[in-house]
């Protein structure tokens, strides 16, 4: 389904991840596969792929493979398929970490403020926790928080203060109920870039993804056989910062750890000094591939 989702540094990650055409790999978000059938088309009838996504959407898309497995749950428990999976490591881990663009461009999944929809935000639709469930139970606090941290929100105490006097009336349901609630607060020179702020916060806290990449991450390295690779797509500061810092110190803090002979004993080293990023034909082709940067490490 290529409509489903247009890939992001498709050619670049899959040159980067696929060393051995024998090998066992995982794409931790298999989203409309494309990485998925890249990586297929690389290997060997020897070589396998198993892959992760936790939004029943994306079943549907699952190539006719037999060497492909699709595992419906989230790419946090990677280590614990690995170990059924790959017993010997993995040969590479991939993770495109943005939101698909059917789930941004199907309007009931509530991810885009293009469209007045169920405020809902959710990648896996059995969840218990919608944005319509924070924006009307969080404390003013708290909203404030996660507007400031996942969405790093300028005036985000105002935001905070605008959603909670709006539900004291009724109840914030849809995205068009979100905008009015929040339209004081809206900058006229850059009101689609203070949205798509105040919706990356909502979506990251609806789905946990700061914390199921902090899962991930220390995952995926343990699955990794030595010599075998990591490659991961962000989008956002966030998510870059926690990969960087993992790659380089072993803890998506940042916190270097050593041995008890004083070495570094990060598991993984950076393979690329700095991170690819997309050419400007690429980003023509496909906006939201504007701030990507992907990341290529090696498991020591």
């Given at each position: 389904?290529?409509?489903?989702h247009n ?9 980067a991840?696929?060393?051995n055409?024998?090998g066992?790999y ?8 494309g990485?998925s ?8 009838p020897?070589?396998r792929?198993?892959?992760f ?5 994306a079943?549907?898309?699952a ?7 699709l595992?419906?749950?989230n ?13 010997d490591g993995l040969?590479?881990v ?9 789930q ?11 469209f ?6 959710r990648m896996?639709v059995q969840?218990?926790k919608?944005?319509a469930?924070i ?6 606090e708290?909203l404030?928080r ?6 790093e929100?300028?005036?985000a ?16 349901l ?6 009015n ?6 900058p ?8 798509a702020?105040?919706y990356q916060?909502l979506?990251?806290e609806v789905?946990d ?8 991450l ?6 990794l ?8 797509i962000t ?8 990969v960087k810092n993992?790659?380089?110190s ?7 750890q ?5 070495r570094?004993?990060a598991?993984?080293k ?6 690819i ?15 990507a940067k992907l990341?290529?490490?090696e498991?020591?």
């Amino acid at each position: 389904m290529s409509e489903y989702h247009n890939p992001v540094l498709l050619h670049q990650s899959v040159d980067a991840l696929v060393l051995n055409p024998d090998g066992i790999y995982a794409d931790a978000t298999f989203g409309g596969g494309g990485h998925s059938r890249a990586i297929l088309g690389r290997l060997s009838p020897k070589g396998r792929l198993i892959a992760f996504d936790r939004d029943e959407d994306a079943l549907a898309n699952a190539p006719e493979d037999g060497r492909f497995k699709l595992i419906h749950n989230n790419f946090r428990f990677i280590h614990n398929y690995a170990l059924i999976e790959a017993p010997d490591g993995l040969d590479g881990v991939l993770a495109d970490l943005g939101v698909s663009s059917h789930q941004f461009d199907t309007a009931e999944r509530g991810f885009s403020f293009r469209f007045d929809s169920p405020l809902d935000m959710r990648m896996n639709v059995q969840g218990d926790k919608t944005a319509a469930d924070i924006v009307n139970s969080y404390t003013q606090e708290e909203l404030e928080r996660i507007f400031k941290i996942y969405g790093e929100v300028d005036g985000a105490h105002k935001l905070a203060q605008l959603i909670v006097s709006a539900r004291s009336k009724a109840q914030i349901l849809s995205t068009g109920d979100l905008g009015n609630a929040i339209a004081g607060a809206l900058p006229s020179f850059a009101e689609h870039k203070y949205l798509a702020k105040v919706y990356q916060a909502l979506r990251i806290e609806v789905n946990d993804e700061m914390r199921s990449l902090e899962k991930f991450l220390p995952g995926a390295a343990k699955a990794l056989k030595k010599g075998g690779r990591l490659c991961v797509i962000t989008y956002h500061s966030l998510e870059d910062r926690m990969v960087k810092n993992f790659i380089r110190s072993g803890r998506t803090d940042g916190v270097e750890q050593k041995d008890i002979y004083g070495r570094p004993s990060a598991p993984l080293k950076s393979v690329e000094r700095k991170p690819i990023v997309p050419q400007e034909d690429e980003i023509e082709g496909n906006t939201r591939a504007r701030s990507a940067k992907l990341r290529i490490a090696e498991k020591i």
